[in-house]
């Protein structure tokens, strides 16, 4: 029908019989070489120059992604008391200061280089973002990835933010900034690279390497990854001076619900930037909101039925549990399984925050109850709920090969199998960090210091007004 209509107008103005002739017998011709071209284009596809769309996207993603940071740092900020609201947001913003220099001059190399000819670490040849992109920054990221590398090396410098900015949450009103801007520098450089590589950098956790885990946009490298540093961190550095016995509610629940907002808002670049093509984003773009509505859903009504009513502070915390469940799987399941996902990942979460309760652990704002074991779920969910036809064997070699042979079991036993490397790594890392930062400086603050309020004592500012604290 399509060769029709163009025949039809290209011959449309030829009154000339013999011209008429000749374009017959072109468009005969260009009919029988168009299989032949066109299997030689599939053939160059690798080959591709940069695509401007999918770059497009990457770009917007990353400026999305960015966006997260200081919506989790008014999601914390909500909760904690106002004389430290300050600073428990300054510990997200100012990593976009700290970590977005050392990505550039070296977190990137480490994760995505490959000069060390390693499975676990990069190496030292995209110091500085030397050569990534060309002399224009415009040259493609590799074969079947027309998107510039630039701007992939942008969009994962935005992730590397938001990792250790996350671990606050644990750590809140007590610990040392300096402590913390130590910690964040050397624990971005030695725990986020190598994840980052071992999952996404073709090595040895990823579908290129050993074990053949997929992580559509980090389950194990962001969520996990901080959520186990953050139950780590917070068992090392100890509970608040007065905690439990003088719990206080969260001090601005707006701020919490516009955070979370942000949260969702940017999580679309999270996930769906993450499938690195814009003509087919919208899978991840669905799949997100998709599981962050039930997650929500789900939390309010577990609150409903259990104590009566559904709360702001639950619903915005539903909503983050969600996304966290969804994003290793975002590219990798339907509408469906979507919700299920979201669904389960809010129970194991509220149960969770509440077995933490019980037992009375400092983790202040939840952050492994969240993140860690809604990362988890989701992890191990992937494995069971991807579809075949996400997981195209081009771009996940070893996780399409373990599909077709061993189902969905065999990949569940992947991403096991991750799940675990990953709490091993990032647990016994931060805590050797933390030891040797603890033999250099103190890890927190005085107790005194600690009553009159970090937002006076680490920043000589204060949010509100000192008689309201």
């Known amino acids: ?49 940069t695509d401007g769309a999918d770059t497009l996207l990457m770009l917007v993603g990353s400026a999305l992604v960015l966006l997260m940071t200081p919506g989790l740092a008014f999601f914390y900020g909500g909760f904690t008391r106002p004389k430290n609201v300050l600073n428990c947001m300054m510990m997200s913003f100012f990593l976009m200061g700290l970590i977005g220099v050392l990505w550039v001059v070296i977190g990137y190399s480490l ?27 415009d040259q493609p990221l590799a074969a079947g990835f027309p998107i510039s590398a630039t701007s992939f090396a942008l969009f994962q410098g935005m992730f590397a933010i938001i990792t250790p ?18 910690f964040c520098l050397i624990w971005s450089l030695l ?48 509970p608040r001076t007065t905690w439990p016995n003088s719990k206080r509610p969260p001090h601005n629940v707006p701020f919490i ?66 996304l966290v469940g969804i994003t290793p799987a975002a590219g990798f399941v339907y509408m469906e399984q979507s919700l299920l996902i979201g669904v389960i990942t809010a129970v194991a979460c509220f149960v969770a925050v509440r077995v933490k309760a019980a037992i009375q652990f400092d983790d202040s704002l939840d952050t492994f109850m969240v993140h860690g074991v809604g990362g988890t779920v989701g992890a191990l969910l992937t494995g069971i709920l991807a579809s075949k036809a996400l997981v195209p064997g081009d771009y996940f070699p070893l996780s399409a090969k373990i599909l077709e042979e061993s189902g969905n079991f065999g ?8 799940v675990i490397l990953t709490y091993g790594f990032v647990a016994l890392g931060t805590a050797i960090i933390l030891w040797i930062l603890g033999a250099l400086m103190p890890l927190r603050v005085s107790p005194e210091e600690e009553e009159r309020g970090l937002d006076f004592v680490a920043h000589g500012e204060e949010a509100y007004d000192p008689m309201t604290n």
């Open 1 to 49: 029908m399509t060769f029709d209509r163009l025949r039809g107008r290209f011959l449309a103005g030829l009154q000339d019989q013999r011209l008429r002739k000749i374009a017959f017998f072109l468009l005969a011709v260009g009919a029988g070489i168009g299989p032949l071209l066109a299997g030689s284009a599939k053939a160059a596809l690798a080959l591709a120059p």
């Open 111 to 137: 994760a995505f280089d490959v000069g060390f000819g390693s499975p676990f670490i990069g190496g030292l040849g995209s110091m500085f973002l030397h050569g990534v992109g060309g002399e224009l920054g």
């Open 165 to 182: 900015a996350l671990i606050s949450g644990a750590l809140v009103e007590r610990v040392s900034f300096k402590a913390w801007f130590w």
């Open 191 to 238: 725990i986020y690279s190598p994840m980052a590589k071992m999952v996404w950098g073709g090595g040895f956790i990823g579908p290129f390497g050993a074990i053949g885990a997929i992580d559509f946009a980090g389950g194990t490298v962001v969520h996990i990854a901080s959520g186990v540093a953050a139950l780590v961190a917070a068992a090392i550095i100890g």
């Open 257 to 322: 619900l516009l955070g979370a907002g942000l949260l969702w808002f940017g999580w679309f670049g999270f996930n769906g930037a993450s499938m690195f093509a814009s003509k087919t984003a919208g899978y991840p773009f669905l799949t997100t909101t998709t599981s962050a509505s039930a997650a929500l859903l789900t939390w309010c009504l577990i609150e409903w039925f259990k104590d009566g009513k559904p709360t702001a502070v639950g619903a915005a915390t539903g909503a983050v549990a969600g």
């Open 411 to 418: 990949l569940f036993i992947a991403q096991l199998k991750a």
